[in-house]
């Protein structure tokens, strides 16, 4: 984007999202659920529908977030 501010934003955004992304999906049924959810987005783009989309991004999001809280809640004790 030839902004250096917002290159570092993003860079730093993505690396917190890398380790997150899986954290999410540490059981199969929470993959399989996270994949029908993305399936679902897509075939609302393919689909042109605005409502459907908006409502299957929110669903997916909304679900992400107890996952990842769920896995955090689970997971062990980090040292620092």
Do not use: C
């Not at 059981?27 to 908006?54: F, G």
Request: charged share 30%.
């Amino acid at each position: 984007a030839n902004n250096e501010t917002l290159s570092l934003v993003h860079a730093t955004l993505s690396k917190r999202m890398r380790s997150l992304r899986y954290s999410g999906n540490n059981m199969p049924e929470d993959w399989s659920d996270a994949l029908a959810e993305h399936e679902e987005v897509a075939q609302a783009l393919r689909l042109r529908d605005s409502k459907r989309i908006s409502k299957a991004i929110q669903i997916h999001f909304a679900n992400t977030i107890k996952r990842v809280a769920r896995s955090q809640e689970t997971a062990p004790a980090v040292k620092t």
